[in-house]
């Protein structure tokens, strides 16, 4: 079996152009704010990106540098500015953080209205209750893309590994939205006990460990879909030289001649992610009228 792959790309386009008619229909353009306190590169990069993306769909984007030594305080009291400041709609703490600052506390600071990457308890909250208006991101591109490849979730076996607060526990709780048409889900983790029998048993499998080729391809059921979150930057040789390559937490080649689907690594959740940050930043902007 060669798996048919769900790419991300035209998902992630028809959210983009979503956004464009959104922000249209707002009649002004939101304005995102990434915050960072740190001197790292990919951080940086990461910024570039999401400014870039921003631009595409007419969303305007601020880079607040801090000093790489700001103390949780320095970042809560910006954030308490951010959050007063009606012209920003929508705020974004970049990682990684100085050396001791939580994170999540400076991410709880942020207005559950300004919270586009829907951390916030006020936001995680509303999952319970069906609302994902301003869910987290790589979730709500799982969603997604099960929707747009056509698959019938009813009562399947599935299997999420990974129980982070911002991947794993949100998708399990967005899989189980409705009453009649939920999956039976188990969630799998780092205590979990012959992970290879759970991911047999799957019929659908949402893997997001960050750990590169934890789910070998021969323990794929067959006729399995596969979505792999992971996204890991591992050394690799190729004509006797050392190169950087991205691979997900799944073997894909072997898992391709299982699955059904597959989503590649790249080109899969991650452009959708980036698209569902965009959505949210709508959001967030509606939100505040």
Request: aromatic share 2%; glycine share 8%; proline share 5%.
């Amino acid at each position: 079996m060669a798996a048919k792959l769900i790419e991300g790309e035209p998902v992630a386009e028809a959210i983009k152009k979503q956004v464009t008619a959104d922000i249209q229909a707002l009649g002004r353009a939101p304005k995102l704010v990434g915050v960072l306190a740190s001197d790292n590169p990919g951080a940086k990069y990461y910024a570039g990106s999401q400014e870039k993306a921003c631009a595409e769909v007419g969303i305007e984007y601020e880079l607040h540098e801090l000093p790489a030594d700001s103390s949780q305080a320095d970042l809560e009291a910006h954030v308490a500015e951010i959050n007063a400041d009606a012209s920003i709609t929508g705020a974004i703490l970049l990682m990684p953080v100085p050396e001791g600052v939580d994170a999540r506390r400076v991410q709880q600071a942020i207005h559950p209205d300004k919270d586009v990457e829907g951390v916030h308890p006020a936001n995680i909250g509303r999952l319970f209750y069906g609302d994902f208006s301003l869910a987290p991101c790589t979730p709500h591109a799982v969603i997604a893309l099960l929707q747009d490849a056509g698959v019938d979730l009813k009562g399947k076996e599935t299997v999420v590994i990974g129980h982070s607060e911002i991947v794993g526990k949100p998708t399990l709780v967005m899989l189980l939205q409705s009453i009649m048409e939920s999956p039976t889900v188990t969630c799998c983790h780092i205590a979990t006990r012959d992970l290879a029998a759970h991911v047999a048993r799957a019929e659908v499998l949402i893997v997001a460990a960050g750990k590169a080729g934890l789910v070998k391809g021969e323990m794929v059921r067959e006729g399995a879909v596969v979505i792999d979150v992971g996204i890991n930057r591992v050394r690799v040789e190729v004509d006797g030289k050392k190169k950087t390559k991205i691979v997900g937490d799944v073997e894909f080649d072997a898992a391709a001649q299982r699955a059904a689907m597959i989503t590649p690594v790249p080109g899969g959740v991650g452009l959708v992610t980036t698209a569902m940050l965009l959505k949210n930043t709508v959001e967030s902007a509606r939100r505040q009228g």
